[in-house]
């Protein structure tokens, strides 16, 4: 499988562009600002025809030039029926004191737009997304999880947005953020998992199931974590 991406923006939100092999078609995951010409840019080098693009959930910096590359493929953009009304009002998500990054912009939905389910499995590409609900950072966050085969054994990939981070959690002081919701959610549907679960987040570096469990001090009092992380602070700290 080819997993590749890279970080856009002044968020430095984490876009990536799966394949289930070079010169196949593939999937876009989370374009934010300015990621139109580096996944142009991906897809030639690696021979992918994208065949939709795939919303975590509705910020903004996941989201910006989403409507742009589905204009530009002809592809269907899918994302959660919660945060669906962020991608012609991001403005929504993000509250007034941040709603000056929208400036004069206006947005607008793709043309066609798929709502995820809780719970369903998403074929594209030739891969299997399971989807899994995971709202706190906002109702509409999800889970998309992959199978990656290796030379040893498959590994259950993770594209987490912006629910969990290596060291950290998503923020919760924006419009629909909860904070024990996003707790609930993690250890619902993250901490659950088997450790060699690798986990790819929506701001900063790859970690994994079984790292974050004994070692997220914002995740040390829930089921299943490790008792030596320290007493989690209060709030998330990357992106929107």
């Not at 939100?13 to 092999?21: E, F, I, L, P, Q």
Request: proline share 8%.
């Amino acid at each position: 499988m080819l997993i590749t991406g890279f970080a856009a923006g002044v968020f430095a939100t984490n876009c990536y562009v799966v394949a289930d092999r070079p010169g196949a078609d593939a999937v876009i995951i989370d374009p934010g600002q300015d990621a139109a010409p580096a996944v142009t840019e991906l897809l030639t080098e690696h021979g992918l025809t994208p065949v939709a693009v795939l919303l975590t959930h509705g910020h903004l910096d996941h989201t910006w030039n989403a409507a742009t590359l589905c204009e530009q493929f002809g592809i269907p953009a899918y994302i959660h029926p919660a945060d669906r009304p962020m991608l012609a009002d991001p403005a929504a998500g993000i509250g007034p004191a941040l709603s000056s990054l929208i400036g004069d912009l206006t947005f607008a939905e793709p043309d066609k737009v798929v709502e995820f389910v809780d719970g369903q499995a998403v074929e594209l590409a030739g891969i299997r997304f399971d989807v899994a609900e995971a709202p706190g950072h906002t109702q509409g966050s999800v889970l998309l999880t992959v199978t990656a085969p290796t030379d040893d054994a498959e590994v259950p990939v993770c594209f987490s947005g912006d629910v969990l981070f290596a060291g950290s959690i998503g923020r919760t002081d924006l419009p629909g953020g909860d904070h024990q919701q996003l707790l609930g959610s993690i250890a619902a549907t993250l901490l659950t998992r088997s450790d060699d679960t690798q986990v790819l987040p929506g701001h900063g570096p790859q970690t994994s199931v079984g790292r974050e469990r004994a070692t997220n001090p914002f995740l040390a009092d829930l089921p299943g974590a490790g008792r030596d992380a320290a007493a989690h602070p209060r709030k998330g700290r990357h992106g929107l």
